[in-house]
């Protein structure tokens, strides 16, 4: 549900979460993203900055300048001014990103967490138990069947959390208990409904059951797409993931390593939330493709 | 210019108070584990209190300079010397060129701050010289000095006699016990009144799965409210999971049933709840302690944890510092 009052709570002497709600959905986003953006439009007194997700705003305050009560008080006035989101038609990249599937890579990680710290039901079987789906083709066919909407970067440089715009394509998986200590660097998986791919070697709680030979960071900027950001990715964007396999994967990487890869982003597209939730509206969401 | 010999454990280059304003990207703020032995160290050198120095862990490096400097050396007793030759801490250092500074192991704490009068001169990465090296970024090479690194510094001040006032060094524990101030929240309403009452009632035992990301506890099990239990799907399955957000610096992430203090280089967005954040005005404690250390969690307001910041703030300051003659 999207809560009829914003949640605030305090994050020690210097953070404040404002959560909008407890679900994953487009509007949600909106508001995250919408709050972090009208601060700053703002100059809000005493923000150093903020960190919008899926379904809440993190803002990082200076309590030297501003009481929290004070900056509750702000927030309170900056959401009440935050408008519907039925008019919101925003420019919305779609970035294709190579992905090999159920990869061996993945599978290294997995053997050796499950022989080192928790033996546990690798992460693809787990994930197409849990949705009902008949095997991990079938999870590999329904991953790689939807856009995914970039809600927020986080966790690390770069990494985005997604979410699926076909809700045909909607998975959920428990994250792991205990996390991992390394997570091979590329890796694409789930946690919750979110989707995320790991833009270096990390610890990680999600699920992982591809890879990707893409940077999706470069400090170097070595690539053209790179250029203004060493984050690949930005809220807004889509991405969508073109299954590949191991003999791909190893090609790619090498026209990474020697610059001649050419990254597919596509930059014409408007995205409309309100013709976005008319074809939602239209579909059997119950049947997958 | 200092040229490494030894690079030691662990030894970085981070100013204070780091890299800031890239939260939303990702990026965590780095900067010194314990600020409160980092500024005092750059103040003794007369530098300000952000200039970049070196943060070793555990066992400091071995470093020749090749000009004149003030140094200072703070934080954990690595047992200093120049030349083989023991130095004090807390207090202003003349070296000459050809002079070699060596850190040993920590006989206490966990970190030793290098100050260097001028600060390390390297090529600042959005805003801040501070090394992240799990991400390769900042510092002279994106890691920890290596042997035969050459470090940069900038232009001299003259050297000033002075020494942090002995009542104002901070007070490393020597029995391996920490009380670390904690505020409640954000996401307290997900676990129930036992499983508050065991944290804060508990001892908690720093894992040597601990680093400049994160110090993993060992502890009781927690238990959970309702909330955690019935949820949208989306939020994952077990009571911690919840649709991933932004995670406070300092936070205590409870990922699965281990708790995970979110620290300098530590990720700023995730699906776990965080029931307790640590106080920066604590944050040094998590800095100077080791693996096998033993916390003790002690819940303070919001507004008692920022007066403890305004005091430790103060205590930053030249006022800390006796000239001599």
């Avoid at chain 1, 999207?2 to 508001?31: H, V």
């Avoid at chain 1, 090609?251 to 596509?266: C, H, K, L």
């Avoid at chain 2, 001299?156 to 524990?173: D, G, K, M, R, Y």
């Amino acid at each position: 549900m999207i809560y009829p009052q914003a949640k605030f709570s305090p994050g020690g002497d210097r953070y404040i979460l404002i959560e909008f709600g407890n679900e994953m959905n487009l509007e949600l986003n909106f508001l995250g993203q919408g709050l972090g953006k009208v601060v700053k439009i703002s100059g809000l007194k005493g923000v150093i900055e903020t960190a919008p997700a899926f379904a809440s705003t993190l803002v990082h305050y200076d309590p030297d300048v501003i009481r929290y009560q004070d900056l509750v008080l702000e927030l309170k006035r900056l959401i009440k001014g935050l408008g519907s989101i039925d008019d919101i038609e925003l420019p919305s990249r779609l970035i294709y990103i190579p992905c090999c599937y159920l990869d061996r890579w993945t599978a290294e990680c997995i053997d050796d967490y499950r022989e080192k710290i928790c033996d546990k039901t690798p992460d693809a079987k787990m994930v197409a138990q849990l949705n009902g789906l008949s095997g991990t083709d079938e999870l590999v066919r329904v991953h790689s069947g939807t856009e995914y909407w970039v809600a927020s970067l986080g966790f690390w440089p770069g990494l985005p959390f997604m979410m699926p715009l076909d809700p045909r394509s909607r998975l959920t998986a428990p994250k792991y208990n205990p996390p991992r200590t390394w997570t091979p660097k590329g890796a694409v998986g789930m946690g919750g409904a979110s989707t995320a791919i790991y833009p270096v070697a990390t610890p990680g709680g999600y699920q992982i059951f591809g890879r990707t030979p893409v940077p999706i960071w470069d400090t170097k900027q070595s690539f053209p797409e790179f250029e203004q950001s060493i984050c690949l990715f930005r809220p807004g964007d889509r991405v969508k993931f073109v299954p590949i396999d191991e003999k791909e994967f190893v090609d790619i990487e090498q026209r990474v390593a020697d610059g001649s890869y050419v990254y597919n982003v596509v930059d014409y597209q408007k995205f409309s939330v309100s013709q976005y939730q008319k074809w939602v509206n239209s579909l059997d969401i119950n049947k997958r493709f | 210019m200092i040229e490494v010999i030894k690079g030691g454990l662990e030894t970085s280059i981070q100013d204070y108070p780091g890299r800031i304003g890239f939260w939303d990207q990702g990026f965590p703020q780095s900067g010194p584990m314990d600020s409160w032995s980092f500024r005092l160290a750059n103040l003794l050198v007369d530098n300000s209190v952000g200039a970049a120095g070196l943060e070793c862990q555990l066992m400091g490096p071995t470093l020749k300079f090749n000009d004149a400097r003030t140094i200072a050396i703070t934080g954990a007793n690595m047992t200093p010397m120049i030349n083989q030759q023991p130095i004090a801490m807390w207090r202003s250092i003349k070296v000459v060129a050809g002079d070699i500074l060596t850190l040993k192991f920590a006989l206490d704490g966990a970190r030793s701050y290098i100050a260097i009068s001028g600060g390390v001169d390297s090529e600042p990465w959005l805003g801040s010289q501070s090394t992240f090296h799990k991400a390769s970024v900042g510092g002279i090479t994106g890691s920890a000095i290596k042997d035969g690194d050459q470090l940069p510094l900038g232009t001299a001040n003259e050297f000033i006699s002075q020494q942090v006032n002995p009542e104002l060094v901070p007070p490393l524990t020597t029995n391996k016990q920490w009380e670390i101030e904690v505020v409640a929240g954000p996401n307290d309403d997900w676990i129930d009144k036992v499983g508050h009452q065991r944290f804060l009632e508990s001892e908690w035992r720093l894992s040597s799965k601990s680093d400049r990301t994160g110090f993993r506890l060992d502890g009781p099990d927690w238990t959970f409210t309702d909330k955690a239990h019935n949820k949208a799907p989306e939020h994952g399955s077990e009571p911690s999971n919840i649709i991933d957000h932004g995670y406070p610096l300092g936070a205590i992430n409870l990922a699965g049933q281990t708790p995970i203090i979110l620290v300098s280089d530590g990720p700023s967005m995730g699906g776990f709840i965080n029931p307790y954040t640590v106080i920066s005005a604590a944050f040094w404690k998590l800095g100077q302690s080791r693996p096998g250390d033993r916390y003790r969690f002690k819940q303070v307001t919001v507004e008692h944890a920022q007066e403890l910041r305004r005091e430790l703030d103060n205590k930053c300051q030249n006022t800390s510092l006796i000239g001599e003659k």
